[in-house]
Nanobody, 121 residues
Framework: QVQLVESGGGLVQAGGSLRLSCVAS????????MGWYRQAPGKQRELVAV???????NYADSVKGRFTISRDNAKNAVYLQMNSLKPEDTAVYYC???????????????WGQGTQVTVSS
């Protein structure tokens, strides 16, 4: 099994920045693609960003140019740098990992517990 633990969420004003971190433990050798989803109140969970084991990335249109995903394979970690935050970015952000190495990250095998990001106007 793989465990994912997120950190870095919090409250920030519009225009500000936050950096989310996610560290994997357990059978980490099975992980290929990693990424971030988010879920706002009353909305479906949506994919935010993905990074494959080779570093190929994919972003939701709503965050392109503002968010950057990166990973450190030696630390089994994935990061999400969020700049120019908007109130509509408010959501619970979930780290996800998959044994497949797809930039789509559909139906990830593993999920973190989530971290709250709140952007005030």
């Amino acid at each position: 099994q793989v465990q994912l633990v997120e950190s870095g969420g919090g409250l920030v004003q519009a225009g500000g920045s936050l950096r989310l971190s996610c560290v994997a433990s357990g059978r980490t050798f099975s992980i290929n693609a990693m990424g971030w989803y988010r879920q706002a109140p009353g909305k479906q969970r949506e994919l935010v960003a993905v990074i494959t084991s080779s570093g190929s990335t994919n972003y939701a249109d709503s965050v392109k140019g503002r968010f950057t995903i990166s990973r450190d394979n030696a630390k089994n970690a994935v990061y999400l740098q969020m700049n120019s935050l908007k109130p509509e970015d408010t959501a619970v952000y979930y780290c996800a990992a998959d044994r497949a190495n797809s930039r789509r990250l559909l139906n990830p095998d593993y999920w973190g517990q989530g971290t709250q990001v709140t952007v005030s106007s």
